[in-house]
């Protein structure tokens, strides 16, 4: 079967899309949420389960605890205190673990083991993944429901001291707080002291009942020298010592009569051997867990602590303060704390986190019937109420105790097997999904690269066997094999997999479409073996016409920009850096470019001197006929032109700080928006829209012109509305309005605009085969989108999408068309300066950085669908803009080479997939990286939508090169 | 074919190679609180001091700069200050490539200048002892089968080596590692030098094995 490159090119893409987007949804995990989005509340509690009737003998659990005191010491490893230098370290905890009456457990941390992850983890009880910090990119405070919420809602009176991530995430939660930042990780003195100087205030108080302090302190020493420094003694002794103070207190304060205190010393997560965390190694995850309160038995000996989980200590806590436990708790009360109270009391506790793990699991698992431990609980469910009713009716024999005991001992099998069930779901990568989107990926993408030749001939078409493919018996064989393996894998894992929960018929589609892909791929490489040395000789940019092909100093750097691009994609710093690597291979690019034109207008001329004389090259310049001057002025504007791209780009880079290591510093953007400097922003902003329409106009229907000229002014009047910039008549002290007229004024242009393009390309398509109302259709196009983007655009980004405008007019007059580059080279160039401008906007690989206002242009309020398409609109407007800028030069370039523009789509699959493909595979070996989910994990989503918007872009190079076929004939 | 050049190629480039070295250790023993990393700039300059020295000592010995008709005070004087004006424009141009590619443009100027000095000494400066200040000759050598001797192939291949070695220099300062040959320039400075004596040891290599197929068109 035959197809054109473009059509290939698209449909490899949009598979790729699909293959990734089977990664991705094994790589994040969807949290579990319950369907009502409502936090639990104490009159929704169940019943006692009571066989028979007797409802209002049901009573609510009291509280175990007054007061509670939460010590949470940051990267607080459990050695640290089981260890065998815990008593050297923290003597007095070490004295209370083994002598005094408390319990202490190993409290299992999941991974990310980074500290806001964690403290969610602690107040909500559920496992957050990536997902949730997408999610809830809009508000940092902490929406679902969650322990602290709970407290404050029961009226308990909380203090907090400490990492402020806690303020953050709890605003208006606390009666007091005093937050300390975690910027300066060298600092582990000063951040401890800052909690600790409210301590003794406050602990002689009696105003409140929970009282919070997070220490950072020791998370930094981690980070700074290890977990073996001579620093850590000296902090864990300030540690043990602040936590002796406080339990004095708590013991002089405590009354007779009234409830216990309970004392809780734990820590977020460990750290591992060279001191950090975010992974999943033993010394990372494991956390000391030490509940102190005169409600326990008193140790009589060392014992080795038990492991439980860290989300276990949530529904603990709620139950020992009296809170319904919070929604999507995965946790199970920790049975120890329960030992002192009475029989009927401890079954009520478990009773009543086994309904809510219940109710969890039913919301969450669609099969939750079959799992065992919903079984278990409905089953200890009705032993519960049968004891009930034997207990109610004053039984007190031994063989009452003995059958309460036993419901206990059901209750709490149960408890555990709906916990593992539902955090089985949770923070676990589904690595059977990922492998097959893996596998899909890879295939597709093989088959681009194998399709090469073919693809960048002359004829610029694949001939993919797919029929012989379909009838050949290893594809049957190979479907029967995979199909087996597929049954095989959902049968024997015990996780919950995505791709096992797909429908069988969409399961045998992938199937059938993957061992299809596989015979293609294998049939077209046996074609490709024997013509082996030729293929070597066709590389990408080898060009249709070469016949005998040798690299030049381009492509070396083309090809291997591209390719050491992708290989610093590993490196957590480039990837925060990636900006960086652009703008070098951009300035690269640049000279080398600079050095081609050079060579063309230098060499050629004492090429042709030579066999006269050497002359020298400034005596050309003042040649007395007209044509040899106008190429004099043409010569020294394509000279001219790649400095320039340098200096601009230069600019642009200093206009946005983006990245990690140097966002801090002050670049020109911050500068503008400053409100002193809003005459500069304003002056700016108009003199880049007037050369927006001069850049723009050149090319568009009179229709257009008038439509462009009013469109801009109205994005002028929509920035002045909004309060960016003003109008000469204007004072700064107006009042700003949302600018939802002007930027509707706005769309209307753009509509307009877009019309009138779409309309010259039908009627060129159609009624007359014009290549000139083609291309100003296609032009009018792009120029819509430069309309819209100036819209999007803040003020002060207006100069990239100026100077984007132009270079892209420069190179194409003087470089790209003078220099014979070909259709592989152009995109490349392409591409590369879409990336850089990606960056020059001001994005860099981390959420923190997309504009969500853009949503808001135009919208009296928050709709998905346009704002979630205007916001990766902006987002992305550099490569989509040079993308279509592609469109229209190798369009424009048809009559030099008719199939250009399959070319170049198919170039555009090729430079979009070898990233994608490379950075899945990255991904999935660094996932227990400490930097997974803070940088790999963004760039991730980042690369996925700008696959997705290429595989759209090459869409509609289809359409355009299909008009164009079908014009020709 | 060649085996003279190559032979004294080897010598000289053998001798420029252990000016750099000895330009490192000698201050290292002379001058108290000495290193490459710490007292960076001082290491920078005595790099580029000695290389520019030894070879435009050696060069000068070796009689390699193409021969002059004028012979006269005055026109040698106008060459020498011709060639000091290409030494400042050439480190002029490497500063603004420099800064064109992302160093700061205020803040720490001297280093990048320092670096641009660098630079210059060790390509600029090659060119001048064997071209001469001509530029139509180094337009010539620079442009593709522009080499006409020996010489000229190798000044290209320590020149792009050179380059080449400053340009990947570069790389590891977006790193997250806080080491100290991570501060601004000193990769770039060590790349260059480490690219330049890359260079000097490869030229003369890879010229000995491709003497066979080597032609060069006469003037």
């Known amino acids: 079967m035959k197809v054109r490159a473009s059509v290939f090119a698209s449909f490899i893409l949009i598979f790729e899309g699909i293959g990734i987007a089977l990664f991705l949804r094994g790589f994040f995990p969807v949290p579990l949420k319950s369907s009502v989005s409502s936090k639990n509340k104490l009159s929704d509690l169940p019943a006692e389960p009571l066989t028979g009737s007797a409802p209002n003998s049901s009573r609510l659990p009291q509280p175990l605890f007054k007061r509670v005191v939460i010590m949470l010491v940051d990267a607080l490893r459990e050695d640290f205190v089981y260890g065998a230098n815990g008593r050297m370290y923290m003597p007095y905890t070490r004295h209370q673990v083994e002598r005094g009456s408390s319990h202490s457990f190993v409290a299992k941390a999941r991974p990310p083991t980074v500290t806001m992850p964690r403290i969610k983890a602690l107040t909500t009880g559920s496992i957050p993944g990536f997902i949730d910090v997408v999610m809830n990119l809009n508000s940092p405070a902490l929406l679902e429901d969650n322990l602290v919420w709970q407290a404050k809602a029961a009226g308990k009176r909380m203090i907090f001291y400490g990492d402020d991530t806690w303020v953050r995430l709890f605003p208006k939660h606390f009666m007091e707080y005093d937050g300390t930042t975690s910027f300066f990780v060298s600092d582990y003195t000063e951040v401890d002291n800052n909690v600790t100087r409210h301590l003794d205030s406050t602990l002689k108080r009696d105003d409140w009942d929970i009282l919070i302090l997070h220490y950072l302190g020791l998370d930094h020493i981690g980070h700074i020298s290890g977990p073996h420094s001579s620093l850590i003694q000296p902090k864990l002794l300030e540690m043990d010592d602040i936590l002796k103070k406080i339990h004095s207190s708590l013991i002089s304060k405590e009354a007779e009569g009234s409830l216990p205190y309970l004392l809780v010393l734990c820590g977020d997560h460990g750290m591992s051997e060279t001191g950090s965390h975010g992974g999943s190694s033993e010394p990372e995850v494991n956390t000391p867990l030490v509940l102190i309160s005169p409600a326990f038995k008193r140790k009589v000996g060392l014992e080795k602590p038990a492991a439980v989980e860290q989300v276990d200590l949530t529904p603990t806590l709620a139950l020992g303060l009296g809170l319904p436990i919070s929604q999507n708790s995965v946790g199970r009360v920790i049975p120890g704390v329960l030992e002192e109270t009475s029989l009927r009391d401890q079954l009520r506790f478990l009773h009543l986190n086994g309904h809510q793990l219940s109710c969890l699991l039913k919301d969450s698992m669609p099969d939750h019937e079959k799992e065992a431990g919903f079984e278990q609980f409905r089953v200890a469910e009705r032993a519960h109420g049968s004891w009930m009713k034997l207990f109610l009716e004053g039984n007190t024999s031994e063989v009452l105790n003995n059958m309460g005991k036993k419901v206990l001992k059901q209750y709490l099998e149960a408890l555990a097997a709906m916990s593992s069930a539902l955090s089985k779901q949770l923070g676990k990568y589904d690595m059977y999904s990922m492998v097959a989107g893996m596998v899909f990926v890879f295939q597709l993408l093989l088959v681009l690269l194998l399709a090469m030749p073919e693809a960048l001939s002359g004829a610029a078409a694949v001939d993919l066997p797919v029929l012989p493919a379909l009838l050949s018996l290893p594809f049957y064989l190979l479907c029967l094999l995979l199909a087996s393996v597929h049954v095989l894998v959902c049968t024997s894992t015990e996780s919950s997999c995505y791709f096992c929960s797909l429908s069988w018929g969409l399961v045998f589609a992938a199937v059938a479409f993957s061992s299809a892909m596989f015979c293609i791929l294998v049939s077209m490489a046996t074609r490709r073996l024997p013509l082996g040395p030729k293929i070597h000789g066709k590389s990408p940019l080898g060009g249709s016409s070469g016949s005998e092909w040798s690299l030049s100093e381009l492509d070396v750097l083309l090809l291997a920009g591209t390719v050491g691009q992708t290989l610093s994609l590993a490196a957590s710093s480039f990837v925060e850096e990636e900006h960086q690597i652009w703008y070098f291979l951009l300035n690269t690019l640049c000279l080398a470019v600079f050095q081609d034109v050079c060579r063309k207008y230098f060499r050629e001329q004492s090429g042709s001197g030579d066999e006269e004389e050497p002359i020298l090259p400034s005596k050309d310049c003042h040649p007395p006929a007209h044509p040899k001057a106008e190429i004099c002025s043409e010569k020294w504007l394509a000279l001219a032109t790649p400095p320039f791209t340098l200096v601009c780009c230069r600019l642009l880079r200093s206009l946005n700080q983006t990245g990690v290591q140097w966002a801090h510093l002050p670049d020109m953007g911050h500068w503008l928006n400053s409100s002193e400097h809003r005459t500069v922003l304003s002056l700016l902003a108009a003199f880049c829209l007037v050369l927006i329409y001069l850049l723009v106009q050149r090319r568009c229907s009179w229709v257009s012109k008038v439509a462009l000229a009013l469109g801009l002014l109205g994005v002028y009047s929509y920035r002045a509305a909004v309060g960016n910039v003003l109008f000469p008549w204007q004072h700064s002290g107006r009042t700003t309005s949302k600018g939802t007229v002007e930027a509707r004024f706005v769309y209307v242009f753009i509509l307009g605009i877009l019309f009138t393009g779409t309309k010259d390309l039908l009627r060129s398509q159609i009624i007359t085969a014009d290549a000139k109302l083609k291309s100003r259709g296609l032009w009018e196009i792009y120029s819509g989108l430069v309309l819209l983007v100036s819209l999007l655009f803040r003020a002060h980004n207006l100069p990239v999408l100026c100077c984007c405008l132009l270079i892209q007019t420069l190179m194409a007059q003087f470089i790209w068309k003078k220099l014979h580059y070909d259709a592989a080279q152009t995109t490349i160039m392409h591409y590369w300066f879409g990336q850089a401008f990606f960056y020059f906007q001001g994005n860099s690989n981390n959420i923190a950085t997309v504009d969500i206002s853009v949503g808001f242009v135009g919208l009296e309020s928050y709709v998905e669908a346009p704002a979630i398409f205007l916001t990766a609109l902006s987002t992305y407007a550099g490569p989509l803009l040079w993308a279509c800028h592609l469109v229209c030069f190798l369009s424009s370039q048809r009559d030099r080479s008719p199939v250009a523009l399959g070319h170049g789509c198919y170039c555009l699959a090729l430079l979009r997939s070898v990233p994608a493909a490379a950075y899945i595979v990255l991904v999935t070996a660094l996932r227990y990286h400490l930097f997974i989910w803070s940088v790999f994990s963004p760039k991730l989503l980042y690369e996925s939508v700008h696959l997705l918007l290429t595989a759209g872009v090459c869409l509609f190079f289809n359409t355009m090169e299909q008009s164009h076929s079908s014009s020709k004939s | ?219």
């Open chain 2, 1 to 219: 074919m060649w085996d003279h050049e190559i032979r004294a190629m080897a010598s000289t480039h053998a001798i420029i190679a252990s000016s750099v070295f000895m330009a490192t250790v000698l201050p290292a023993a002379l001058v108290p609180g000495f290193s490459v990393y710490g007292t960076h700039l001082l290491w920078l300059y005595s790099v580029s001091g000695a290389v520019t020295a030894v070879s435009v000592a050696v060069f000068w010995l070796l009689g390699i700069t193409p021969p002059t008709k004028k012979h006269t005070v005055g026109f040698k004087l106008s060459r020498l200050f011709r060639s000091c004006l290409y030494f400042f424009l050439s480190c002029l141009f490497f500063h603004t490539v420099v800064v064109l590619y992302g160093a700061p443009l205020i803040e720490s100027a001297l280093e990048t200048f320092s670096l641009a000095v660098l630079l210059t000494s060790l390509t600029t400066l090659r060119c001048l002892c064997v071209l001469g200040p001509n530029v139509q000759a180094w337009i010539r050598v620079f442009s593709r089968h522009g080499a006409m001797s020996v010489w000229d192939t190798c000044l290209q291949i320590t020149v792009a080596c050179t380059v080449v070695g400053a340009w990947v220099g570069a790389f590891p300062i977006p790193l997250d590692w806080d080491r100290p040959w991570q501060v601004w320039p000193v990769s770039c400075s060590l790349g260059a030098t480490i690219g330049f004596l890359t260079g000097l040891v490869a030229a003369p290599a890879w010229i000995h094995y491709h003497r066979k197929h080597l032609t060069y068109k006469c003037k």
